[in-house]
């Protein structure tokens, strides 16, 4: 296992039990550490520094392809944007065409609702009250049964005929 060296050394003894050497070693001093200190983070040792670069003096250089790019990528938008156009194009103008439709339905309505209303004012004009109320405001009278001539009516079939 990767872990096990931190954990065991060679003289504590491992998963097998305690190791034995052929020679004896010294035995290590060790400071005895303060229990309520916190143990070191990984990586604390590592220092960074910064560095001032100064960059003024560099001249980026044009790239010669950027150019094609561009135009390339801008062909393809305004290719995409021409495709777009054409695809909603007719559903717009149906739109645009419904719209007109209903504003000359309405309109029909309208001029048949004042159609009727003025015929009604047509018939109220020229009711029998009306004119009997004109002929009074006007001083006429009714004609004498001898002053009223019928006319012959016409037969269906009957043309006019010239004489000589």
Do not use: H
């Given at each position: 296992?990767?872990?096990?060296?931190?954990?065991?050394?060679?003289?504590?003894?491992?998963?097998?039990?305690?190791?034995?050497?052929?020679?004896?070693?010294?035995?290590?001093?060790?400071?005895?550490?303060?229990?309520?200190?916190?143990?070191?983070?990984?990586?604390?040792?590592?220092?960074?520094?910064?560095?001032?670069?100064?960059?003024?003096?560099?001249?980026?250089?044009?790239?010669?392809?950027?150019?094609?790019?561009?135009?390339?990528?801008?062909?393809?938008?305004?290719?995409?944007?021409?495709?777009?156009?054409a695809g909603l194009a007719p559903r717009m103008a149906n739109r645009i065409e419904g719209y007109k439709l209903e504003g000359i339905k309405n309109e029909e309505r309208r001029l048949?609702?004042?159609?009727?209303?003025?015929?009604?004012?047509?018939?109220?004009?020229?009711?029998?009250?009306?004119?009997?109320?004109?002929?009074?405001?006007?001083?006429?009278?009714?004609?004498?049964?001898?002053?009223?001539?019928?006319?012959?009516?016409?037969?269906?079939?009957?043309?006019?005929?010239?004489?000589?």
């Amino acid at each position: 296992m990767a872990t096990l060296p931190t954990f065991f050394r060679k003289t504590d003894g491992g998963p097998g039990g305690p190791q034995v050497s052929a020679a004896p070693k010294p035995e290590v001093v060790r400071a005895k550490q303060d229990p309520f200190q916190l143990r070191p983070l990984p990586l604390e040792d590592v220092f960074f520094q910064s560095k001032a670069i100064d960059n003024t003096r560099l001249v980026r250089e044009s790239d010669p392809r950027a150019g094609g790019r561009c135009w390339s990528a801008i062909g393809a938008a305004c290719l995409a944007l021409a495709l777009c156009a054409a695809g909603l194009a007719p559903r717009m103008a149906n739109r645009i065409e419904g719209y007109k439709l209903e504003g000359i339905k309405n309109e029909e309505r309208r001029l048949v609702d004042q159609r009727r209303a003025l015929q009604l004012q047509e018939a109220e004009l020229l009711g029998p009250r009306q004119l009997e109320q004109i002929a009074k405001d006007r001083n006429l009278a009714p004609p004498s049964p001898g002053q009223v001539v019928n006319l012959e009516p016409r037969s269906e079939g009957a043309m006019a005929m010239a004489k000589q």
